[in-house]
Every structure is written in C-alpha cells, then in structure tokens.
C-alpha cells in the first residue's frame, strides 16, 4: 500500500474526480486546512481518510498528511512510500505509478512529476516563468537536476520524517528538495499530465498568493545558503 497525502482547502468541486481516479493500492489521506465548502465530508464519503489541520499553510497540511501517514503506518505497518499532489484535479491520480514505482524499486529516493500541459493554459506563463527561474536555482546552486518543482512526488515515509522539514507554508516542497539533496537523496524527475485544475487557484490566481509563495520560497532558500536575492515569480 501507498497513502497519498492532498492538502485540501475547498476542494469540495475536484475531490470526486480525484479520489475516484485513485489506482488500486494508494490510499488517499486528505488534509482538510479549513475548507468551508464541505470538503472534508465529501472527501470522507469518497473512502479517503480525512485528517483536519486548523493552522492554515500548504506545509502545515502536507506535515499533517505526514503524521498521519506514520501513525497509520504504526498501526499497520503497510505503507512505507509516500506521496503527495494536490487535490484541485490539475494532476491525474492515475499517474501516480510514475512518480512512486522508481520509489518502491530502489532506484531512487525522491521524485517529483515535472508537469506538462495537457492543454492550452493550464499552465498560466507567469507561473511557467517562476518555476523555471526556481528550478535553474536548484540546479545550480543546490545541484539538483529537475526542471520542475513538481507537486506531485514520492519518497519513503520513514526517510521523509527524518529530514526534519520546518516550514509550514509555500516553502515546504521547496525545503524537501533541498534538505534530501543535502542529504545526498537520489532525486528524480518524470514527465506527469497538467490539467487545468477546478475552480481557482489559491496561489497562482492570486496576486496576494503568489507573493505569499515568492515570499515563503525566498526565505528557503536563504536558510539554506542559495542567497536572498533570487527573484522567484510565481
């Protein structure tokens, strides 16, 4: 078994197609971060386990995904590879092999979904344009080869625990990458579907989110010496 983590912040509209598309063996864990639209009760009756997370914070919800994982884990000792991706339908649960199979072979110990769009805009350029100046960052100043810091991804849940992440915001998956490199982690990339997700987006549709997630990036980076000056558009 692999539990999948989607932090959840009224996702009530995508929850049903995502948690119905999940493949035989992955057990979706939802995060709900104070959703006011349901979807913690929709998630619930689509057979995910729903864990709430009152401190508002994509980290905040992933970590709690995390925890809950482990004690499930403790419990049933079933699931030792994780993964996480949003739960606003703009990745397919069905690809989630692709990111967790080099996991479970031994072949490498993270790897994230570099996302390509499945259609015209789903991607909006001025996001495009942040990622890619992030990524280049990471390759070179942290030497990391991927090109996308991709939401969806998978590693070993034991592993993950002990690399001690610390931010609770936008910085999280960012923070991931960096401390496993450090850590001397093998860290993969594969090509995964973008769709242009349900509703709005929480970060890039926003010009108060997107200056949160500039903002929660910047100061991961700086904690982990790759400089304050890097501009990161999201």
Sequence with gaps: MIDVVLPCLNEAEALPWVLERMPDGYRPIVVDNGSTDGSDRVAAAHGALVVREPRRGFGAACHAGLLAADARWAADGAAEVICFMDADASLDPR?????????????????????????????????????????????????????????????????????????????????????????????????????????????????????????????VLAEHGQGQRTTIPA
């Design 95 to 219: 690809q989630l092999p692709l990111v967790a199979d080099p996991v479970v072979a031994g072949e490498s110990e993270l790897v994230l979904g570099r996302r390509v769009p499945a259609e015209r805009g789903a991607w909006p350029l001025h996001a495009r344009l942040g990622n890619a100046v992030l990524a280049r960052r990471l390759r070179r100043g942290a030497g990391v080869a991927v090109r996308d810091l991709g939401p969806m991804r998978a590693c070993r849940r034991t592993a993950l625990v002990g690399l001690g992440l610390t931010d609770r915001r936008f910085g999280y998956p960012l923070e991931m990458v960096l401390r496993a490199a450090a850590a001397g982690w093998r860290v993969a990339e594969v090509d995964v579907s973008y769709l242009p997700r349900a509703g709005r987006s929480k970060v890039t549709g926003t010009v108060r989110g997107t200056l949160r997630a500039v903002a929660d990036m910047r100061a």
